[in-house]
């Protein structure tokens, strides 16, 4: 059986960076973005271009948009942004090894990242006295961790088209 073909990929567009990011974050404020089991769309798009893009999306932006998380969650300001924070150094620790293994091992290496970023927002809560949320919390981490295969589709599918589309040439 043949192996698929690889693909050259373009350099990142930094406003469809940028539209990622916004699109992830109008997802996670949707009314079902805090149930429980729903993929925190947010922490999947910081982590993936994190890992492919690090020099790109860096801590910054993850403070940055976690702070917007916690003001539109009236939730105490800082938890989700340090929790991004958190999310985004270990993605970027791990920007060399992730891309090298198949989808399955991705996701291997990137639910422990969601997991952890989950019990930093559950720490901080619980430090100020917020009661512990449950086991059911902890499966957005898991649902977080299905969407990697479609969000490494979809955020790389512009990178994978051919500048100059030429029949004779096979890359």
């Known amino acids: 059986m043949p192996m698929p073909a690889e693909y050259l990929l373009l350099p990142a567009n930094r406003a469809f960076i940028a539209l990622s990011i916004l699109v992830a974050l109008v997802l996670d404020i949707m009314p079902w973005g805090r149930s ?4 925190d769309f947010l922490a999947v798009v910081l982590v993936f271009w994190n890992i492919h893009q690090p020099r790109m999306v860096g801590f910054g932006v993850s403070f940055l948009v976690g702070l917007m998380m916690d003001v539109h969650a009236s939730a105490l300001l800082g938890e989700r942004a340090l929790a991004y924070t958190l999310l985004s150094y270990g993605a970027s620790t791990m920007h060399r090894r992730v891309p090298w293994f198949k989808l399955g091992g991705q996701m291997l290496h990137v639910l422990p990242l969601f997991l952890a ?4 927002v559950v720490a901080v809560r619980m430090s100020v006295g917020g009661p512990f949320p449950g086991l059911g919390y902890f499966l957005q981490s898991l649902s977080s961790t299905l969407l990697w295969p479609l969000a490494d589709v979809l955020l790389l599918l512009p990178q994978r088209r051919a500048v100059n589309r030429d029949e004779n040439r096979p890359i």
């Open 36 to 39: 429980f089991g729903v993929p």
């Open 117 to 120: 970023a989950q019990l930093v």
